[in-house]
């Protein structure tokens, strides 16, 4: 049976590899023109769960490499066969103007892209889902809350099916 997904929806992630298995779920289900935007606390879990989404997605066209944190240089990009996939750590920005030169506008309608701190852009895209981490209880417990439009609901409700 599959899961509903009504937002705001508020998952409880017991371990790493449970966020891993999440991310590694919603990654097929990505495609050009998708935005997530990933907020929360340093060390609560963005950067984890889109390295789990980025590998997923290049395994399956065998391009595995590594997969730094963009923290430092804000954009990694991920040229694959079936379109760019961008990693953005935006922490670091000090003015939105500097949005504007990392090129984030063109690809979030062209790529799939993956923003951390979202609060730094100057006007997120409307179309975006958003996933909100938090620590949970327990050291490696996470409380992930997820919006988006309706569109969304029903795209990712199969990949909840990895959730208790």
Request: aromatic letters at 6%; hydrophobic letters at 40%; one cysteine or more.
């Amino acid at each position: 049976m599959t899961r509903s997904a009504s937002f705001p929806l508020t998952l409880h992630l017991s371990s790493p590899e449970h966020t891993t298995r999440l991310a590694e779920a919603m990654a097929p289900l990505l495609g050009a023109g998708d935005v997530l935007l990933l907020s929360g606390p340093v060390g609560a879990g963005k950067s984890h769960f889109s390295r789990g989404l980025i590998r997923w997605r290049m395994r399956r066209v065998d391009a595995l490499e590594d997969v730094p944190s963009p923290t430092f240089t804000l954009v990694q990009t991920y040229p694959l066969p079936d379109g760019e996939l961008w990693h953005a750590d935006l922490y670091r920005l000090s003015d939105p103007d500097e949005v504007e030169e990392l090129g984030l506008a063109a690809a979030f309608e062209e790529a799939i892209c993956l923003v951390e701190w979202p609060d730094r852009l100057p006007t997120p895209p409307a179309h975006a889902l958003r996933l909100h981490f938090e620590t949970g209880e327990g050291d490696d417990a996470r409380t992930l809350t997820i919006a988006g439009g309706k569109p969304w609901e029903s795209r990712i409700a199969s990949a909840l099916e990895v959730t208790p």
